[in-house]
């Protein structure tokens, strides 16, 4: 699904954040980011979703190479990536559903969009995806009411409804206790393998990436210096990314 080859990215104080970093991604795979604070891993997704320029590299993306491409085409992939926060950006004052229905905003005709209607089967859809993340009983409750882990698995269910094939889901649980960040990364885990979607997911808790990665990668002085299928690391590879 995703090939990267070489993809190298500097600021232009000079600092090479991201170094010949080179991988092949496919769905169906949580891949779990580790790295230690400004090893570069918001650059890293900001860099794979088109929102920083590459220095170098090759990016193919559903078998056609996409490096270098231009806005239109841009925009097309934006539709098919989501980007979830730490603090996922979500209306307070709406409801968990009115906030899932919102992200059908650019999949609606023009004439719906305009008058702003929401059909039976979008609302299904929608209770269908908050059920799927057991929040059926606040979907009527205005987000400024759910917890961190609540708010963050509505954002999740935002990008199920967009449609989304990739999510880089950056340090979504930073901030929540360990209880709520295993209810998230869970919901990451089955919406991954059930809706064949590739995740990637930055963490700052190893044991989070052992338990939920399908894959854990580590980041250290811009190169990606572990990557293994999702188990427990070892010392070494410990030393190496941290
Ligand atoms: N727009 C920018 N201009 C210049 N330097 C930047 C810019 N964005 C990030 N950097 C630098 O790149 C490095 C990596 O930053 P980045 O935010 O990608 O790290 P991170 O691993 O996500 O950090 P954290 O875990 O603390 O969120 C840092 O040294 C940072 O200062």
């Not at 992939?77 to 004052?93: R, T």
């Not at 449609?163 to 990364?185: C, H, N, R, T, W």
Request: glycine share 8%; with cysteine.
């Amino acid at each position: 699904m995703i090939i990267v080859r070489n993809l190298t990215k500097s600021f232009p104080s000079g600092q090479r954040v991201l170094d010949r970093i080179s991988f092949q991604a496919d769905e169906g795979e949580l891949v779990a980011l580790l790295g230690a604070s400004g090893s570069g891993k918001t650059t890293f997704f900001r860099c794979l979703m088109l929102k920083e320029k590459w220095n170098d590299g090759q990016y193919i993306y559903d078998g056609k190479d996409i490096s270098g491409t231009g806005a239109w085409e841009k925009f097309r992939l934006n539709k098919q990536w989501a980007y979830l926060e730490e603090k996922p950006s979500l209306n307070l004052k709406k409801t968990a559903l009115k906030n899932v229905l919102s992200a059908l905003l650019f999949k609606k005709s023009w004439w719906r969009f305009l008058t702003n209607s929401v059909s039976e089967d979008d609302h299904m859809e929608a209770m269908d995806y908050l059920d799927k993340v057991g929040l059926l009983d606040k979907a009527h409750e205005p987000v400024e009411k759910l917890s961190g882990g609540e708010k963050q698995r509505v954002a999740i269910c935002k990008a199920l409804i967009k449609g989304a094939k990739v999510i880089f889901a950056d340090e979504p649980v930073s901030g929540l206790d360990p209880e709520a960040a295993s209810l998230v990364m869970q919901d990451f885990k089955s919406i991954c393998q059930k809706h064949k979607l590739l995740v990637f997911c930055s963490l700052h808790q190893v044991e989070l990436a052992e338990k939920f990665g399908s894959r854990i990668w580590g980041l250290s002085d811009g190169k990606l210096v572990v990557d293994i299928a999702g188990r427990r690391l070892t010392q070494r590879e410990k030393e190496l990314i941290f």
